[in-house]
């Protein structure tokens, strides 16, 4: 946008502050950097800029007189809490008492900033659905209003902007210019996102449909069911990521959901994985995806399925990376070609070369189920012997290792190591098994983890205590809380990394 034309936008936000606010505003050098102006009752007016720089304006603290000044010049407040002024992007969002009373207010400027998604103007044309993800106030809603811009303008689409708080097109019954031919329908509360999403579809024939912060599992349904309609979409979901969306039960369906599988030993052998695995459920809603990490910094997701399905797996996806320079220039770093995975006979391979010899293990007053389990978690060469005379090893608890007993004096008999761990529980035994196999933390399956957040999960229950699992990564926490979830339970990750782990808390 030209910089008057912006003046003269932030003018029209000036004119409803109260006389002694507007003057210091108005003579700030920065002015066209203004982003914010805060109006706290009891507190100094403050003014802020894009560049994080903050201003206190001297003089008398904010009065309720200098609030409802700006209050009674403003269309209404809708039930979340915003108003606008008509015909600008400018939101004002208000603060209540218990009571109800307005008491502090958030004026923030809005900006029409054309030239803005050239840099991505190719995957906007692409008749694509895309998902736009970054941090509150990197620029989601201006990309969006661009578009919106661009599609009906430049390509002479049927543009239909969902515009739920009027951020998008501006306050008022007429849009902003910024976002040019395209239609806008507004929405008379949040709740009834979802349903405007497909009256637009059903009622006015849209070739794209833009919406801003998908948040509900009734917006991702409706989402789903416009893509499903041939219908380009163009959103934004809460998340700064794509990981942040895969990890939201919510909003996971928008990229295809997620579930816990067990594969068959060929294809985990295929795969060079564990048997437990997370996979996507289906198509993703959305084709593409954009993080935007800096306000100029883009990275590009052009198969949102494969890059799924790539997090899932444990690995990290490699984006198309895009960047304006401080110089106008524009950058673009290729994605680097993923590994591919082996054949199965590659992998048969590689799983002949690891098999070692078993050790044959005896338990004594340890759960031979635990034990069974553990070692097919782990992978270890062992297994599991019903008579001492075939054992390698005894595996028994510190409570039966008294000297004299029955147990120890058979060990010593036949010349039997023998091994003690405090309790028999599991997580004991897979500690052992970890210790005497040597096998690192890393290199326990999903079949370990799920083996262990199920005993938790029982054991939750029944002692109606909050219990914390062994430090895990990212992708084996996520198949925990997917458990965890199903069992009707809530858990939290915490501490931090490498020992961040899962807490399960007792049904409430």
Do not use: W
Not at 62 to 80: C, M, N, R
Not at 251 to 271: H, K, N, T, Y
Not at 474 to 493: C, D, F, M, T
């Amino acid at each position: 946008m030209d910089n008057n034309i912006h003046l003269e936008e932030i003018k029209k936000l000036l004119e409803v502050l109260p006389p002694h606010v507007k003057k210091a505003v108005e003579s700030h050098p920065e002015i066209s950097s203004l982003i914010e102006i805060v109006l706290d009752l009891g507190k100094l007016p403050e003014i802020r800029f894009i560049d994080n720089q903050i201003m206190y304006i001297e003089g008398p603290s904010v009065t309720q007189d200098d609030i409802d000044y700006v209050t009674t010049q403003l269309g209404e407040f809708t039930s979340d809490n915003r108003a606008g002024i008509e015909r600008t992007l400018h939101r004002i969002s208000a603060i209540r008492n218990r009571r109800g009373r307005i008491v502090g207010l958030t004026c923030r400027i809005g900006r029409a900033i054309f030239g803005t998604i050239d840099i991505i103007n190719d995957v906007i044309e692409s008749g694509k659905n895309i998902l736009f993800m970054g941090p509150p106030g990197i620029g989601k809603t201006t990309k969006l209003r661009e578009a919106a811009r661009v599609l009906s303008d430049d390509l002479n689409k049927r543009v239909i902007v969902i515009d739920t708080s009027n951020e998008i097109a501006g306050d008022g019954d007429i849009p902003h210019p910024g976002i040019g031919k395209s239609r806008r329908m507004q929405v008379s509360s949040p709740d009834h996102q979802h349903a405007v999403m497909i009256e637009a579809v059903e009622n006015h024939m849209p070739e794209v449909v833009i919406i801003d912060e998908i948040g509900t599992e009734a917006e991702a349904a409706a989402a789903r069911t416009i893509a499903e309609r041939g219908v380009q979409l163009i959103g934004t979901a809460h998340g700064n990521s794509l990981e942040n969306i895969i990890s939201n039960p919510t909003l996971s369906d928008l990229v295809g959901g997620v579930q816990s599988v067990i594969l068959g030993d060929e294809e985990a052998r295929r795969r060079r994985t564990q048997k437990a695995v997370l996979e996507r459920k289906a198509p993703p809603t959305f084709d593409i995806a954009i993080e935007i990490r800096e306000k100029d910094t883009f990275a590009i997701y052009r198969d949102v399925a494969k890059t799924v399905d790539t997090i899932l797996r444990g690995k990290q996806p490699n984006p198309e990376i895009r960047v304006r320079t401080k110089d106008g220039k524009i950058e673009v770093k290729k994605p680097l070609e993923e590994i591919p995975l082996p054949t199965a006979e590659e992998a048969e391979k590689i799983f002949k070369e690891k098999e070692v010899s078993e050790v044959s293990i005896f338990p004594f007053g340890v759960n031979r189920g635990h034990l069974e389990r553990g070692i097919s978690a782990l992978r270890v060469p062992a297994r599991v012997v019903n008579s001492l005379d075939d054992a390698d090893l005894i595996i028994t608890v510190k409570a039966k290792t008294r000297p004299g007993t029955k147990i120890m004096n058979a060990a010593d008999a036949s010349n039997i190591p023998v091994h003690v761990i405090r309790k028999n529980v599991s997580s004991q035994i897979m500690k052992f098994l970890k210790f005497y196999f040597k096998t690192s933390g890393d290199d326990v399956s999903e079949d370990a983890a799920i083996l262990e957040v199920n005993e938790a999960i029982e054991e939750a229950k029944s002692s109606k205590k909050a219990l914390d699992l062994n430090p895990q990564n990212s992708y084996l926490r996520r198949i925990q809380h997917q458990i965890v979830k199903q069992a009707g339970l809530h858990a939290e990750s915490v501490g931090e990394e490498p020992k961040r782990r899962l807490r399960i808390y007792p049904p409430s």
